[in-house]
């Protein structure tokens, strides 16, 4: 099943997880949209030719949703009854954090095993190097900022371009140096207003007629990017500001080889942990390697900025 927010890479888990099941001759069944479909039971049989080219595809087939019904404990013991009913007797759950605390509850509860794959463009998950759609999402964004620089240098203007990241600037800081932005703003560094400000007086000095500035949506400087782009207006007329959003596009396209790969890494190993009577695990990629993280540990565990990238930002927006 996949839960939550959708990630390039979900279509790809999923394939991994069924097709790992048939080569081990373990009938395989797919949840439709999450936790609200194992309320109703809504699920469908899946084999090796039923995940056929999907691999390639953004999304999940399977569908996600929120389930206000699955927080309640009827509507858990509800879920249990559709599974034990369908005969289905362990889950792989592919989300993020509210997919991983949802399935960790369960498992409390009704002893049922399960093993998350992490599925969140973010990358906000502890125990995991890389989420599934992280690198799909930086490689959407670095294109999409290329083409705004063109436009930016064209005009002489400054664009503020906001990416998601709520409460981590991973898809900031990482584009932002792929990019080549003048400056990057994530919630775990405060930059503030006045640097911000000398910091763009300081290009403009050395002769840049246009710059990009990076903005993760949780980034702490002003309420929002648009009371960014008043402030800079008000105290440095001389440029010419505009704001791109960039939203929900990000989460979407053809999922990167990369992630690709890595769902495909993740989904034998979800498997193959549940067949060794593994349970309450997270999949997880570390130096390259797959590795099994406590469930409780990836959801209240936290991500750490890279703090080198950081460095190497400072040195580059010289």
């Given at each position: 099943?996949?839960?939550?927010?959708?990630?390039?890479?979900?279509?790809?888990?999923?394939?991994?997880?069924?097709?790992?099941?048939?080569?081990?001759?373990?009938?395989?069944?797919?949840?439709?949209?999450?936790?609200?479909?194992?309320?109703?039971?809504?699920?469908?049989?899946?084999?090796?030719?039923?995940?056929?080219?999907?691999?390639?595809?953004?999304?999940?087939?399977?569908?996600?949703?929120?389930?206000?019904?699955?927080?309640?404990?009827?509507?858990?013991?509800?879920?249990?009854?559709?599974?034990?009913?369908?005969?289905?007797?362990?889950?792989?759950?592919?989300?993020?954090?509210?997919?991983?605390?949802?399935?960790?509850?369960?498992?409390?509860?009704?002893?049922?095993?399960?093993?998350?794959?992490?599925?969140?463009?973010?990358?906000?998950?502890?125990?995991?190097?890389?989420?599934?759609?992280?690198?799909?999402?930086?490689?959407?964004?670095?294109?999409?900022?290329?083409?705004?620089?063109?436009?930016?240098?064209?005009?002489?203007?400054?664009?503020?371009?906001?990416?998601?990241?709520?409460?981590?600037?991973?898809?900031?800081l990482n584009v932002g140096?792929?990019?080549?932005?003048?400056?990057?703003?994530?919630?775990?560094?405060?930059?503030?207003?006045?640097?911000?400000?000398?910091?763009?007086?300081?290009?403009?000095?050395?002769?840049?007629?246009?710059?990009?500035?990076?903005?993760?949506?949780?980034?702490?400087?002003?309420?929002?990017?648009?009371?960014?782009?008043?402030?800079?207006?008000?105290?440095?007329?001389?440029?010419?500001?505009?704001?791109?959003?960039?939203?929900?596009?990000?989460?979407?396209?053809?999922?990167?080889?990369?992630?690709?790969?890595?769902?495909?890494?993740?989904?034998?190993?979800?498997?193959?942990?549940?067949?060794?009577?593994?349970?309450?695990?997270?999949?997880?990629?570390?130096?390259?390697?797959?590795?099994?993280?406590?469930?409780?540990?990836?959801i209240k565990g936290q991500?750490?900025?890279?703090?080198?990238?950081?460095?190497?930002?400072?040195?580059?927006?010289?």
């Open positions: 099943m996949t839960s939550g927010g959708d990630a390039p890479g979900m279509n790809a888990a999923i394939r991994a997880v069924v097709r790992t099941c048939a080569f081990h001759g373990i009938a395989c069944s797919g949840v439709y949209r999450g936790y609200e479909g194992m309320i109703e039971a809504d699920f469908i049989n899946l084999d090796a030719r039923s995940v056929k080219g999907i691999i390639n595809k953004g999304g999940t087939f399977l569908k996600s949703a929120r389930s206000k019904e699955f927080r309640t404990k009827e509507g858990r013991i509800k879920a249990y009854n559709s599974l034990k009913a369908a005969n289905i007797d362990a889950l792989v759950c592919i989300g993020g954090d509210g997919t991983f605390t949802g399935a960790l509850i369960f498992n409390q509860e009704f002893n049922f095993p399960v093993i998350g794959i992490p599925g969140t463009i973010d990358n906000d998950i502890f125990g995991t190097s890389h989420t599934l759609g992280y690198d799909t999402t930086l490689n959407t964004v670095v294109d999409v900022i290329d083409k705004i620089r063109d436009t930016a240098s064209s005009h002489n203007r400054l664009f503020f371009v906001e990416v998601m990241g709520r409460d981590v600037g991973h898809i900031a140096v792929g990019a080549g932005a003048e400056e990057i703003l994530i919630p775990e560094e405060d930059l503030g207003l006045d640097r911000l400000l000398e910091s763009l007086t300081r290009s403009k000095e050395s002769g840049k007629s246009s710059s990009i500035v990076v903005v993760a949506e949780g980034d702490k400087i002003g309420k929002n990017v648009f009371e960014l782009k008043d402030y800079v207006e008000e105290h440095l007329p001389e440029y010419e500001v505009r704001v791109s959003v960039l939203g929900h596009m990000q989460r979407g396209g053809s999922p990167s080889c990369f992630d690709r790969v890595l769902a495909s890494r993740m989904g034998v190993k979800a498997v193959e942990s549940l067949l060794e009577g593994k349970s309450n695990l997270m999949v997880g990629l570390s130096s390259d390697k797959i590795q099994l993280t406590p469930l409780e540990k990836a991500s750490k900025i890279n703090k080198e990238l950081i460095r190497v930002s400072d040195i580059m927006t010289t």
